[in-house]
């Protein structure tokens, strides 16, 4: 499956739930700097910190981890395994193009305001 055809899938799974998309679509925003800024492990650190504290971490958690498990064949990257420069630089260039998708098709699917 094409990258942007997984990015819509997940982010229409995320629209239907009304407890987390609001804050999805915040998060989602902002995922990407943070990526380049933090670096990836960096990020899921932090995600996985404020995960009691924001309802959309424990589901981007779960997306980034699915995707380089799927791509790259890295088992559970929560649980932050030791990887070449090769692979976390490839593993990070891939999740930040999927952010650039889903933070597209968060625009898309899900509207700004509690009625949508």
Known sequence: MKLNQWAKEKVKSIAINKNIRKSYKSEIKGLGSMVTQNGLYGTLAFYLV???????????????AELLQDRLDIPNINDFPELNNDVYLRAQELVLDAISWLRRYADIFIEDDDNG
């Open 50 to 64: 404020k995960d009691s504290n924001k309802p959309a971490a424990e589901s981007i958690r779960n997306q980034i």
